[in-house]
């Protein structure tokens, strides 16, 4: 079975200082693995997502996953923490085995707060 | 474009009656996907509908739970006789083709409070 742990439910930051996000997987297959985020009252968004291409993965508003099979890991980074990242973050595998995704199974999630 | 829509954004219902919540998917994905969302158990996957397939339901937590996908389009989550543990946020997804590469583009979501 297909699982992911977030290892904080919360991190906080300086704005402009680096952001790490912690995600462990467990997958018996290799695995489909994204990154989503929650603002406050809002639906969830697309960060990035890995598939199975480059184990670096670039998302949107500057952050970055490395798959690192050997860890079981897909952690989340960015090198300068803005105010506006302050919200939740779900570290997310694909339940299904072969060419269909299927359901997607959440992390516990991980909210981010950002201090000026 | 659109994305996906539920209504009703809000409902409060007493324990007892039934509900119904609708999603209505990015025109043109095939595959819908429901989710449920509260304090105790995070993001919890309830149903799937991937093209003219029958649905994987294998995420409902109970018989009182049921959805359809009618004309490959909208879908209608049913709750009957709801309990206050069904309150939560109710989340429905899109995805293309369902592969494993696809995004799923969630719905702002459905909050139901059940008195």
């Known amino acids: 079975a297909q699982s992911v742990t977030q290892l904080d439910s919360h991190v906080s930051v300086s704005e402009g200082t680096p952001v790490l996000l912690r995600c462990n997987y467990s997958s018996s297959y290799s695995p489909s693995l994204f990154w989503y985020v929650q603002h406050p009252n809002k639906g969830l968004q697309l960060l990035l997502k890995y598939t199975s291409a480059a184990t670096l993965v670039k998302g949107i508003n500057g952050f970055e996953a490395e798959f690192k099979k050997s860890e079981t890991s897909f952690h989340l980074t960015k090198p300068s923490a803005h105010m506006s990242d302050a919200a939740e973050y779900f570290c997310v595998v694909s339940g299904a085995y072969g060419g269909s995704q299927g359901n997607l199974i959440f992390g516990k999630g991980t909210k981010l707060s950002v201090k000026p | 474009g659109a994305g996906v829509s539920q209504s009703p954004s809000n409902k409060v219902t007493e324990k007892g009656k039934d509900v119904e919540l609708r999603c209505d998917p990015i025109?043109?994905?095939?595959?819908l996907y429901w989710y449920r969302q509260s304090l105790g158990q995070g993001l919890e996957f309830l149903i799937y509908f991937q093209g003219n397939s029958a649905p994987d339901k294998s995420g409902l937590p109970s018989d009182r739970f049921s959805a359809e996908r009618t004309g490959g389009s909208v879908s209608t989550l049913t709750i009957q006789r709801t309990q206050q543990e069904d309150s939560a946020v109710y989340l429905c997804a899109s995805s293309q083709a369902g592969t494993r590469a696809d995004t799923q583009y969630f719905g702002p979501g459905t909050r139901l409070t059940v008195l």
């Open positions: 025109s043109g994905h095939t595959a």
